[in-house]
């Protein structure tokens, strides 16, 4: 499989996980408790950083240099496992409704969710997410793109204990047992 023909395939996966996020996000809920600006900026900025060496435009430190070869058998894992992430973070954001937003927040009528993907995880857009990253990372096969993942695990790591401080406040009983029954990220095993 030529690269040009997978990194078209890689790039199409990430349009449309933006459209969807882009035309969903007129459809939630209003906010009655948000993360400060201070938070959401600092994030903003790390996840730019992501972004930037995911998509091999900062080419200072080695950060370009290829450090994964382009075989067929790579780039079509790399495909799939960007694919398999875009449709895990797609069914997470159609399941979580109008309860989503982009950034750390409760809202008006908030529901905790246990349907759908949030049955195996507690954070299955963050799992997709991740996984299109890794997948990206594959295909691309730049140092910066395992960087990036690397970046990227960490910011959501950060973010999904701040959530969860947030869902413990406002779900006291019902947050902790569901917690109790699933994992973070991965079930069974994070």
């Given at each position: 499989?030529?690269?040009?023909m997978?990194i078209?395939?890689?790039?199409?996966?990430?349009?449309?996980?933006?459209i969807v996020?882009?035309?969903?996000a007129?459809?939630?809920?209003?906010?009655?408790e948000?993360?400060?600006?201070?938070g959401r900026l600092?994030?903003?900025?790390?996840?730019s950083i992501?972004f930037l060496?995911?998509?091999?435009?900062?080419?200072a430190f080695?950060?370009d240099?290829i450090c994964?070869?382009?075989?067929g058998a790579?780039?079509?894992?790399?495909?799939?496992?960007?694919?398999?992430?875009?449709?895990?973070?797609?069914?997470?954001?159609?399941?979580?409704?109008?309860?989503?937003s982009g950034?750390?927040?409760f809202?008006?009528?908030?529901?905790?969710?246990?349907?759908?993907?949030?049955?195996?995880?507690?954070?299955?857009?963050?799992?997709g997410c991740?996984?299109?990253?890794l997948?990206?990372?594959?295909?691309?096969g730049?140092?910066?793109?395992?960087?990036?993942?690397?970046?990227?695990?960490?910011?959501?790591?950060?973010k999904?204990?701040?959530?969860?401080a947030?869902?413990?406040?406002?779900f006291p009983e019902?947050?902790?047992?569901?917690?109790s029954?699933?994992r973070?990220l991965?079930?069974f095993?994070?």
């Open positions: 499989m030529p690269f040009e997978t078209s395939f890689v790039k199409l996966c990430w349009w449309i996980f933006a996020w882009i035309v969903s007129f459809s939630v809920k209003a906010v009655k948000r993360q400060n600006f201070a600092a994030r903003m900025i790390f996840f992501a060496l995911l998509s091999g435009t900062i080419h080695g950060l240099t994964l070869s382009r075989t790579l780039l079509i894992a790399g495909d799939l496992i960007t694919l398999l992430g875009l449709l895990i973070a797609i069914w997470a954001r159609f399941t979580l409704g109008g309860n989503w950034t750390i927040t809202k008006v009528d908030h529901e905790l969710i246990e349907r759908g993907p949030y049955r195996f995880v507690r954070h299955p857009i963050y799992t991740l996984l299109m990253i997948g990206t990372a594959i295909v691309v730049r140092a910066g793109g395992f960087l990036a993942l690397l970046i990227c695990l960490v910011g959501t790591w950060q999904l204990l701040q959530e969860e947030m869902l413990t406040r406002h019902a947050y902790p047992k569901y917690r029954r699933t973070r991965v079930p095993l994070l």
